[in-house]
Every structure is written in structure tokens, then in C-alpha cells.
Nanobody, 126 residues
Framework: VQLQASGGGLVQPGGSLRLACAAS????????IGWFRQVPGKEREGISC????????YYTDSTKGRFAISRDNTMNTVYLQMNSLKPEDTAVYYC????????????????????WGQGTLVTVSS
């Protein structure tokens, strides 16, 4: 499975960005996709996930109500719509999926995920 994250950039506080995670080598029907972010000196943290089978979505408290994860199976792509961005959302964002447990269980913990996109930088600054 190969994942490619894109869509990062510079945005002002209160603005929006949409990240994309394109999958190849496997159909999204078989994958749950998690989004993570990391800032220097801190552990990579899971912030959202979407289940492969029922489309159920998960968010951390820091992203709930502002971020929305969705999938387009025809494009084999998962999106993360980020609204009302704050300076503390500045990070490198990654998408990831698992090899065996194809669910969002433990989506906050990076070491449960096996395949990673290359990361895309989001900078929220005025």
C-alpha cells in the first residue's frame, strides 16, 4: 500500500485547508485511514480516522467540530477538511493505514499503523 498526502500550505488563523490522502496498491474499501500530525520535539499524534467498512469517523477533542474526514472510494482518496485553523494546528500532517487490523482502533497511537504517506506541512500564521 502506498499513501500520498497533499494539500498543506500556509493559511491565516481562522482559515481552511483540505488535505488529501491518495491510496494506491489497495482499494480504500479495504482500508481504514488515520490522519496524524507532528511538531518538532513531540510525538506523532493521531487526530482523526475513518473506518473502511462502515465509514464511521473519529476525532480527538482538539479537532472535533473543526475538522471533517471523508472518503471518495471512486478516487481512492481520503480527505481531511480543516476549518477554523489555529496557530497550534501548525504541524506536518501524515495519513496512515494498518496492515492487519483494518479498523480505527487505537487511531491516536502512531505505532499501530504500518503504512505512511510522506507528510504535508500545514502552517497557520498571520
Amino acid at each position: 500500500v502506498q499513501l500520498q498526502a497533499s494539500g498543506g500550505g500556509l493559511v491565516q488563523p481562522g482559515g481552511s485547508l483540505r488535505l488529501a490522502c491518495a491510496a494506491s496498491g489497495s482499494s480504500l474499501d479495504n482500508l481504514s485511514i488515520g490522519w496524524f500530525r507532528q511538531v518538532p520535539g513531540k510525538e506523532r499524534e493521531g487526530i482523526s480516522c475513518i473506518n473502511n467498512n462502515d465509514g464511521m469517523t473519529y476525532y480527538t477533542d482538539s479537532t472535533k467540530g473543526r475538522f471533517a474526514i471523508s472518503r471518495d472510494n471512486t478516487m481512492n482518496t481520503v480527505y481531511l477538511q480543516m476549518n477554523s485553523l489555529k496557530p497550534e494546528d501548525t504541524a506536518v500532517y501524515y495519513c496512515a493505514t494498518k496492515k492487519r487490523d483494518k479498523t480505527c482502533t487505537n487511531y491516536r497511537v502512531y505505532y499501530y499503523f504500518d503504512y505512511w504517506g510522506q507528510g504535508t506541512l500545514v502552517t497557520v500564521s498571520s
